[in-house]
């Protein structure tokens, strides 16, 4: 056993091996206490200082340093790298408010009240007629009408649209029984019918389809003039056929606009004294289904203005009045002896001009224009009037007036030879060399840079749809616009999306390239960007824009 004294000894070892860890630790909570009221003291004297440009003097010793200071000068935490302010003109974002909910139909260049200034002969009143430079421009934003939804996807809004979209209820009362469109609670319903085809648009077309073929591809392009809802257009897209509808703005109230809600391409339009947007051999087909059109008045200058739009060997369809009239005119409240009176008229314009009526059958007429003019002109011994135009540019159609005599087709060197050159059937012509193109016609275009444009703009659209994924998405976008179209390639990449493009070339354009993209099979029209475009509000799902500004640069 341990002696007695030994756990007393090894107690006061331990007490003398912690005493100096407690001596120091006790230091550092002084040293501690000191600094904190130092800091402390400093702080509450204003601004934190900064250090002085002497160099400060450094005690050898941990405890502390001693650093003169400048105690007036305070931090300066701003970026001193940075670009300089834009002016505050520049940097200013105008607040456009919403106009008032009277425009949610605004449409400045056909517009009712201004059209009354104008002549009513031919209604000319209903034309374009926009505001003069710098009398109205709105510093507002269209609104939508109340109660505005996104229409239907394509397919369905071919069938229906939201009626709080285009709230008019005329067309409901007035053509009804025709099978035009029909109200039903919160939306309207289209049955595809027409004036001229109560069965329905489908049962219509499969009438034609029998007299000309509407389905080797031959017909791609059509224009319909006085399309109603233009229920013609929306079942020819079935058919792999593309229509350009149009009409006025007039007593039928939103038939244009129920066409573009329904996403069937369409303008606000009308022949009256000037020629439509379009170039010349345009069209595989021109279509009236009792437009209401008087064809064998003012020396046959409607027939004309059609007959520059059509394509060598493209055709002419007509129903309704006078067409038929045999078995119409009480329907119709005119007498025998004006409706016969009327159809002749039509008949001798249409011969005059070397048209060749192909067939009419029950309420349909045919007319074929032919695919060169060799033979017309020798006809000009007989029929006189009307001659060849000699004075105008045949693709030149922004406000240029109508003229009372035939467009020439290009020259041809054999009787057999299509004017112009022949187009491959649909699909193959979107991606052919265009005629124009092929002969040397557009200056600076040539084949190359044509497939080159086709494969950018494959590329392209590719980027944006990786972009916009709404872009890519099926349905999501149905009525496109591209503001500055060239050749059409921006459209020739979305072909196999459910979607359509109305091609615009501006007027402005260096080269006019609207008959090259009428030539693959895409549909468009001429515009100045000065001015509003014929359509209404909310027309299109996507609008694309490819060096638009520039071509305007300073404009």
Request: aromatic residues 10%.
């Amino acid at each position: 056993m341990a002696p007695p004294f030994s756990n007393y000894h090894h107690l006061i070892t331990a007490s003398k091996i912690k005493r100096p860890h407690l001596i120091k630790a006790l230091a550092a909570v002084i040293l501690c206490s000191v600094f904190y009221l130092i800091g402390f003291y400093q702080n509450a004297r204003g601004s934190i200082p900064l250090p002085s440009p002497v160099l400060a003097q450094t005690q050898k010793s941990a405890v502390a340093c001693v650093i003169p200071v400048a105690a007036n000068i305070t931090l300066d935490f701003e970026p001193h790298h940075r670009p300089a302010d834009p002016p505050p003109s520049a940097a200013a974002v105008p607040e456009l408010p919403p106009c008032d909910p009277s425009y949610s139909e605004y449409t400045p260049c056909e517009d009712a009240r201004r059209s009354l200034a104008f002549e009513r002969a031919r209604l000319i009143y209903r034309e374009r007629h926009c505001p003069a430079s710098g009398e109205e421009r709105l510093r507002c934003r269209v609104p939508a009408p109340h109660g505005y939804r996104v229409p239907f996807r394509w397919p369905e809004s071919r069938e229906l649209a939201w009626y709080a979209n285009v709230p008019h209820k005329e067309l409901t009362v007035e053509k009804g029984r025709q099978n035009w469109v029909h109200y039903e609670g919160d939306r309207f319903r289209f049955p595809g019918g027409g004036t001229m085809f109560p069965r329905g648009a489908d049962a219509y077309i499969d009438e034609i389809g029998k007299l000309i073929n509407l389905k080797d591809g031959s017909i791609r392009t059509a224009i319909d003039t006085g399309c109603g809802v233009a229920s013609f257009g929306a079942y020819l897209l079935s058919r792999n056929v593309l229509t350009v509808s149009f009409a006025p703005r007039d007593s039928h109230e939103a038939q244009v606009q129920f066409a573009l809600e329904r996403g069937v391409p369409a303008l606000i339009g009308i022949i009256a004294s000037i020629r439509l947007p379009y170039p010349s051999r345009a069209f595989d087909i021109a279509h009236c289904s009792r437009c209401l059109i008087p064809w064998g008045e003012y020396d046959g200058q409607y027939l004309l203005e059609v007959d520059r739009l059509l394509r060598p060997g493209g055709y002419w369809i007509l129903s309704g009045p006078p067409i038929n009239w045999e078995g119409h005119y009480r329907g119709w409240n005119r007498t025998m002896q004006d409706l016969k009176a009327e159809q002749d008229r039509v008949e001798g314009v249409a011969r005059s001009i070397c048209w060749k009526k192909l067939v009419q059958k029950n309420d349909i007429a045919i007319w074929q224009k032919p695919t060169n003019h060799v033979h017309c002109r020798a006809t000009r011994r007989v029929f006189r009037q009307p001659g060849f135009c000699t004075s105008q540019n045949p693709d030149q159609a922004w406000y240029t007036k109508l003229e009372t005599c035939i467009t020439p087709l290009p020259e041809v060197s054999d009787i057999k030879e299509t004017a112009g050159g022949s187009l491959p059937k649909w699909p193959e012509r979107l991606a052919a060399i265009p005629p124009r193109i092929r002969n040397g016609s557009l200056e600076g275009i040539t084949a190359e840079k044509f497939n080159e444009n086709t494969e950018l703009w494959q590329k392209r659209v590719g980027y944006y749809k990786r972009v916009d994924q709404q872009l890519a998405q099926t349905g999501r976008y149905r009525n496109l616009l591209d503001m500055n179209a060239y050749l059409g390639g921006f459209a020739a990449a979305l072909v196999r999306d459910p979607v359509w493009v109305m091609n615009v070339v501006p007027v402005e354009s260096r080269v006019d390239t609207l008959g090259v993209i009428y030539e693959r099979g895409l549909i468009g029209t001429y515009q100045n960007w000065c001015e509003a475009m014929s359509t209404y509000p909310r027309t299109y799902d996507f609008i694309h824009a490819d060096s638009i500004f520039s071509l305007y640069k300073s404009k």
